[in-house]
Nanobody, 123 residues
Framework: QVQLVESGGGLVQAGGSLRLSCAASGRTFSNYAMGWFRQVPGKEREAVSAISRDSISKYYADSAKGRFTISRDNAKNTVYLQMNSLKPEDTAVYYC????????????????WGQGTQVTVSS
């Protein structure tokens, strides 16, 4: 089992920044690819970004490209999502997820999910 706990969400004005963190515990963190997803009420959970076990491969949704940066620190068992130039449409609950064999850009292969952290961007 892998336990994931997100933090760093909050209320920010449009144009501002937030840094989300996801701390993992349980099994060996470096064995897992990690992803960030977001969901708004009434909509499907969508992939925002993902990073491979060794940080070589990264994925960004079109909506995140140029504004968000994913990174991980395997020594700290933590994955991050730096979000800059935030827009009201980025408002959502953000989830991190872990999986051994994932298809980046989709929910496929992610076995473990956090509880989510709310991000609200005011206009």
């Amino acid at each position: 089992q892998v336990q994931l706990v997100e933090s760093g969400g909050g209320l920010v004005q449009a144009g501002g920044s937030l840094r989300l963190s996801c701390a993992a515990s349980g099994r060996t963190f470096s064995n897992y690819a990690m992803g960030w997803f977001r969901q708004v009420p009434g909509k499907e959970r969508e992939a925002v970004s993902a990073i491979s076990r060794d940080s070589i491969s990264k994925y960004y949704a079109d909506s995140a490209k140029g504004r968000f940066t994913i990174s991980r620190d395997n020594a700290k068992n933590t994955v991050y999502l730096q979000m800059n130039s935030l827009k009201p449409e980025d408002t959502a609950v953000y989830y991190c997820a872990a999986g051994n064999l994932v298809t980046m850009g989709t929910r496929l292969g992610y076995n473990y999910w956090g509880q989510g952290t709310q991000v609200t961007v005011s206009s």
